[in-house]
Nanobody
Framework: QLQLVESGGGLVQPGGSLRLSCAASGFTLDYYAIAWFRQAPGKEREGVSCISKRGDSTNSADSVKGRFTGSRDNAKNTVYLQMNSLKPEDTAVYYC???????????????????WGQGTQVTVAS
C-alpha cells in the first residue's frame, strides 16, 4: 500500500517551534518532489513549501519564508518541515504530498500531486 504519514503536529505557543515529518511506505520518495500544504477551517488549501527530489532546492510561500525550512532524508524515505517563530495564523491541518513534477511547476498546485498524507493538526495558541 502506497502511503504518506505525517507526524509531529500539536499545540505550541506563539514564537515556538515544531518539526513535522512525512514518512513514505510502499514507495520510495527519491523520484518525487515533496510539498507541504496547509488548510485552516473555512480557508483554501495553501502550498507552504516544496522540496526538490534531491533536496537541493526549496520553494516557500511568502507567508512562511525565513521561518519554515523543508528538508529530506531519502535514506530514511522521510521529509521534514521545520517550523520556527510560529504564529496563530499558522494554525491549520498540515499535509505532505508527493509529485513527479518539479517544484517550479507543481508548488502550490495541489492537483498536480499524486500522493497525500492524512494530515496533522498544528495549533498555535497561548
Amino acid at each position: 500500500q502506497l502511503q504518506l504519514v505525517e507526524s509531529g503536529g500539536g499545540l505550541v505557543q506563539p514564537g515556538g517551534s515544531l518539526r513535522l515529518s512525512c514518512a513514505a511506505s510502499g514507495f520510495t520518495l527519491d523520484y518525487y518532489a515533496i510539498a507541504w500544504f496547509r488548510q485552516a477551517p473555512g480557508k483554501e488549501r495553501e502550498g507552504v513549501s516544496c522540496i526538490s527530489k534531491r533536496g537541493d532546492s526549496t520553494n516557500s510561500a511568502d507567508s512562511v519564508k525565513g521561518r519554515f525550512t523543508g528538508s529530506r532524508d531519502n535514506a530514511k524515505n522521510t521529509v521534514y518541515l521545520q517550523m520556527n517563530s510560529l504564529k496563530p495564523e499558522d494554525t491549520a491541518v498540515y499535509y505532505c504530498a508527493a509529485t513527479t513534477f518539479p517544484c517550479a511547476v507543481a508548488a502550490g498546485t495541489w492537483r498536480l500531486y499524486q500522493y497525500w498524507g492524512q494530515g496533522t493538526q498544528v495549533t498555535v495558541a497561548s
